[in-house]
Nanobody, 121 residues
């Protein structure tokens, strides 16, 4: 079994910062992809940032220069540092991981439970 635990969400004023964490645990051989997505009320889920095993990153245009994704391979954990937050960043943020389990050649996608980020004065 694999578990994803997200943390770090909350309410912050415009211009503030938050750091999200996504820790994967369980039957994990390797993680090839870690990403953050978000879904605002009434909108579709959208990509925020991704990082692959080699360290290459990708960001949505709306967050470039403000958000930074990183990962700690030893801890199977991804982070999303969010700076200069604005009300448009308000959403539920979800972690997505693509991994290979021990004794399996298949790559499986897992989603976290989501963490609420609210930017409001």
């Amino acid at each position: 079994q694999v578990q994803l635990v997200e943390s770090g969400g909350g309410k912050v004023q415009p211009g503030g910062s938050l750091r999200l964490s996504c820790a994967a645990s369980g039957n994990i051989f390797s993680i090839s992809f870690m990403g953050w997505y978000r879904q605002a009320p009434g909108k579709q889920r959208e990509l925020v940032a991704t990082i692959i095993s080699g360290g290459s990153t990708n960001y949505a245009d709306a967050v470039k220069g403000r958000f930074t994704i990183s990962r700690d391979n030893a801890k199977n954990t991804a982070y999303l540092q969010m700076n200069s937050l604005n009300p448009e960043d308000t959403a539920v943020y979800y972690c997505n991981v693509h991994l290979t389990r021990y004794y399996s050649a298949a790559v499986t996608s897992y989603w976290g439970q989501g963490t609420q980020v609210t930017v409001s004065s």
